[in-house]
């Protein structure tokens, strides 16, 4: 488990890569470019084992637990 509370700066990367890949094949898409459209496809089902090999699910965003924290009341 990381220490980091927000997730660790590999996974953001990760998830940014990953939604920009997704908005670009909705893109292609909707203008009707197949070609940006599948491989935004091709490469959306590749990420999902590198997301695997990364760990990026083992990221947990934790809720603080200490009642006298700010945001508690």
Known sequence: MTRNRHGRP????YAGVFLLVFILGGVGLII???????TCLV???A???VGK?????????????????????
């Not at 590999?10 to 990367?13: A, L």
């Not at 990221?59 to 009341?73: K, L, N």
């Open 32 to 38: 009707g470019s197949m070609p940006l459209f599948w």
């Open 53 to 73: 090999l990364i760990g990026v699910m083992d990221d947990t965003v934790m809720a603080p637990t200490d009642p006298e924290e700010p945001g508690h009341g």
């Open 47 to 49: 990420l999902v084992p």
């Open 10 to 13: 590999r996974s953001w990367i």
């Open 43 to 45: 490469v959306l089902v």
